[in-house]
Nanobody, 119 residues
Framework: QVQLVESGGGLVHAGGSLRLSCVAS????????MGWFRQAPGKEREFVAA????????NYADSVKGRFTISRDNAKNTVYLQMNSLKPEDTAVYYC????WGAGKYSYWGQGTQVTVSS
């Protein structure tokens, strides 16, 4: 059973930056496509970014392109989401997901970390 634990969320002013981390355990991390999703209050969960198992392919939602960067360190079983130029509309619970691709289905999910961007 794969377990995912996110960290790095918090409160930041608009224009600021945060880096989210997601550590995986219990599986073969290096074989998994990884993704980040988010869910704002009263809204459905939406795709944010994804990275292939080989780190050679990345995919981003249009709303975060040019501001967010997904990366991974297979030696540390960790995937990151660097978020720059944050906007109040980025406020959401951010979830890490494993064993999937792009905005598609994933097999494993973390518990989420809250990101709040104040104006």
């Amino acid at each position: 059973q794969v377990q995912l634990v996110e960290s790095g969320g918090g409160l930041v002013h608009a224009g600021g930056s945060l880096r989210l981390s997601c550590v995986a355990s219990g599986g073969t991390f290096s074989r998994y496509g990884m993704g980040w999703f988010r869910q704002a209050p009263g809204k459905e969960r939406e795709f944010v970014a994804a990275i292939s198992w080989s780190d050679s392919n990345t995919n981003y939602a249009d709303s975060v392109k040019g501001r967010f960067t997904i990366s991974r360190d297979n030696a540390k079983n960790t995937v990151y989401l660097q978020m720059n130029s944050l906007k109040p509309e980025d406020t959401a619970v951010y979830y890490c997901a494993a064993s999937g691709w792009g905005a598609g289905k994933y097999s494993y999910w973390g518990q989420g970390t809250q990101v709040t961007v104040s104006s």
